[in-house]
């Protein structure tokens, strides 16, 4: 009998797994996934990086890197998050490989079995995973339209302050594509404020912005530096380059970088160099901002019109969230629904989505719908949502 | 007061960190490093196998994969893998970032603090540090000339069947160079029949003999595929294309896989496919073949001259191992030496190497040495080794 360790043992796999391997099939219009569309990626820009390499350049590309991240990009990345008013130079700035291993490091730093942690309800599900994987206790923050149950949030604080951290998502939620309020963000603060309560912060989309007068709601909480709070916050190149990269980072204080990178050691010595060194070439010729500049346009056509479709199609009794930027719409059924009965018809329709129990830290409530507008055509949205449609009015109604 | 993790908050920085910092100085002649010469990269044939990519190939290169590697990338490896022997189909393959995830990936799949493992002294330092994160109580077990001390480990393993697994390097060790004898491999095998002790067998360095005559010892005891016994795999591309690439792989029995994979899904999702696309291309192109020729020669001639010169220089009574592939040279000082007061001296005199203590799980004994010279020049080689010569002798005498 194999004795695996304990918080492995209970590892289940997930429901989106299966998701996946169907989205990959031609004949499903597929709203599941949460990665680009294949054909937004910026191939002939990426030719011109790899063919404006030296002969150096390339070695280093081959060779290992520093745990930390190769010079080149922490410098080039440094002056692209300064420019969103992170608060670089008083922080330790880290490459990851992929946003996803910034988080599972930092829940490995803080996290012994049977700790406690917040989160959102619902929670982005890469991140629950990591926090499983530990043997975290996961408390669940419900979600509003401008951000948090504050009253929720502050009461669970100053009822225990025990909690190893709290890892949110303000910028675009996954699944439910919140974009927190610069109020609520504000109040977070107070609220957290001397509390030694660690936040993590997961900002994977805040570029994909789809209207500039945001400026306020978007500033995230490590650019407003409070005092009194350590802010660790992760991000990453996968929207607004590719995630065939794997490059991430975080942005940590010093105290708890050092014992990230001795834990990032320890996981896989460094990242890549040889797509560090493609990133890097990626910023300084501002690739990085026309790139984004064409993607957030993009994925804002296809929002429009899945919502579009979404009126027309839906019934009234279903609510949802009007994407202002990122990848999702969390479509929310009459309560208790089971969302996996109506997946089951949809995939006969030839459609998938994500049901909301995945994203459910608590793993109960199935009563929700995730879907993307992130790697579908226009096209093939006005094709997709009245089959969606179709398949929650068979088990809701009309 | 920051509240970590228990097995964090033992982490230490290790003096390697320091060195290599060195050992990127131009004016100091480095037998530190663990990586191959930047200027024997197959820039040429990466040139073309990245020109030869068609663009729905390069649109899988920035695309997530699926956790377990690109399909395209697992067969071809499968392919690379059958000529070496290794039982593909009766296993399971996953494509790691580096196969040092690889091997944390089964660190944390089986240990629990306190825990105790098997582990071989000498030990690879990244997999110390991975076991160390997680808590792990390392026992471990002599090296030999032909492998290992094999009464010990039958003592170790008969007195205790609590072991979660043992971690050994059989072919080119690192850092002792050691390749395991044929007779020793087989009587792990029978020591370990039956236990319900996995091994983690490090393999990745087996493809750099230098001499053909050692193919019967340089079979690994996965390729013997031992029944009664859990082998997991380990390899990597870092040596034979580039570590820059971070991509390794683990052959392990499918009912460890099954865990491995939500593991690795829940680290980094992924690993890299725009490296992976690489490889694949370079599996498929048979410039892994010629590479992994050319490079062998390079590094055998790079051998020799530094053993000729450390008979030359040496004095009588240090003992090392001539190595038949590899990395590594493991110099033994004279008992109770301390290495590290030999390394301030070399430091001076412009040379820097790995002091034995950074191998030594029980963090004890320091009169060992390790020196590599996979990445420097053999004019470099003859320059260097009489310095650190001189440096021994002014501190253990002529």
């Not at 730093?109 to 206790?137: H, Q, R, T």
């Not at 669970?156 to 951290?165: C, E, G, L, S, T």
């Not at 603060?189 to 660690?198: E, L």
Request: charged share 25%.
């Amino acid at each position: 009998m194999i004795r695996f360790a304990q918080s492995v043992t209970n590892l289940r796999t997930s429901e989106i797994r299966d998701l996946m391997s169907l989205a990959t099939r031609p004949d499903i219009i597929s709203f599941a996934g949460g990665m680009p569309g294949n054909e937004l990626f910026p191939l002939a820009e990426m030719d011109e990086v790899y063919n404006s390499l030296s002969d150096k350049e390339k070695q280093m590309a081959m060779q290992y890197g520093p745990t930390s991240g190769l010079p080149c990009l922490l410098e080039s990345l440094s002056s692209f998050l300064e420019k969103k008013g992170l608060p670089v130079k008083e922080n330790k700035l880290m490459i990851t490989t992929g946003s996803l291993q910034a988080i599972n490091i930092l829940a490995k730093a803080f996290i012994d079995p049977g700790d406690s942690i917040l989160v959102e309800n619902p929670c982005f599900i890469g991140a629950m995973s990591a926090f499983k994987s530990y043997g975290a206790n996961m408390i669940s923050v419900p979600l509003t339209k401008s951000g948090l149950d504050l009253k929720f949030l502050e009461e669970k604080v100053n009822a225990d302050d025990r909690y190893k951290f709290f890892y949110f998502t303000p910028n675009f939620h996954n699944p439910a594509g919140t974009l927190y309020s610069a109020e609520d963000k504000k109040k977070i603060i107070q609220i957290m404020n001397n509390k030694n309560i660690p936040l993590i912060e997961d900002d994977a989309y805040s570029d994909l912005y789809f209207y500039p007068e945001d400026a306020e709601d978007l500033k995230t909480v490590k650019a407003i530096n409070p005092a009194g709070i350590d802010v660790c916050y992760t991000g990453s190149f996968s929207k607004i380059i590719g995630p065939g990269l794997r490059l991430g980072w975080m942005l940590v204080p010093p105290h708890i970088y050092q014992k990230c990178e001795l834990l990032k050691q320890s996981f896989d010595a460094c990242s890549p160099s040889f797509t560090q060194v493609l990133a890097d070439k990626f910023i300084r010729t501002e690739f990085i901002y026309t790139y984004i500049e064409r993607v957030r346009e993009e994925y804002k056509k296809r929002a429009e019109v899945m919502i579009k479709s979404l009126k027309e199609n839906l019934p009234e009794y279903i609510e949802w969230n009007e994407p202002r930027g990122g990848f999702y719409i969390w479509l929310k059924l009459p309560e208790g629904t089971d969302s996996t009965e109506i997946l089951k018809i949809a995939i006969e329709k030839g459609v998938v989505f994500v049901s909301g129990k995945t994203f459910d830290p608590d793993a109960l409530k199935n009563d929700k719908i995730r879907i993307s507008y992130c790697n579908t055509p226009e096209e093939v949205i006005k094709k997709g949502i009245p089959l969606l449609a179709e398949a929650i009015k068979e088990k809701c109604g009309k």
